[in-house]
């Protein structure tokens, strides 16, 4: 089964869409064992405290967690841990430009692209698959922030090839304020810390 590119636009959900910060939606971006863990505290109190006839019901108040749980668990089966998450960053930093250029190259035609190199000034790669592009631009020297003007020249760009998404790889530092809002404007997939870390561990 072919997976989801990490900066592949995700269809908008037809009926329910859960809020960002909602507490499902934050234990959903934790690790799995937290929702089981809340899940097995909600029995334990509903057992020792409701009386005999309530435990039951009581009880059944843990199926949410147990769901989301299992839905993160199913996410992150594959995924780097939160420490080989780190060493691989550590790792890419550590690279020199060509070879974290090709690193990241490998990883993109693990999922199943086709990688060129883009001959316009505002963007590295035009990655190719199933009929889209994607443009793509790299970051991977240390700043303590990434300003607005490279994501806006490469989402002109992009948009002016007629390119169906755009990706901002940011190895160090982050992303200004403004340029974060820009990247949230404009669907800008941005791939740092987890994320990256992840997209580098499908390298071969």
Known sequence: ???????????PPVKFRMAEN?????????????????????IVLCMALLPQEAKFVGSMGSLPFIVIGAMALKRQWKEPSPAQARQLLEVATALSARDFSQRLQAAWRAEGYEVQPCGHPAADWILSRAGKTTWVLA???KAGSHGVEPLRALQ??????????TAYVLLQGSLSENAAALAKQHSIVVL????????????R
């Open 156 to 165: 002109q760009a992009a948009d002016e090839a007629g390119a169906a998404t």
């Open 1 to 11: 089964m072919q997976s989801r590119p990490c900066f592949e636009k995700k269809d």
């Open 22 to 42: 909602s507490l499902f939606a934050i234990l959903l971006r934790s690790r799995w064992w937290i929702s089981l863990a809340v899940a097995a505290l909600i």
């Open 139 to 141: 970051r991977r020297y």
């Open 192 to 203: 740092q810390d987890r994320s990256l870390a992840l997209l580098l561990s499908k390298a």
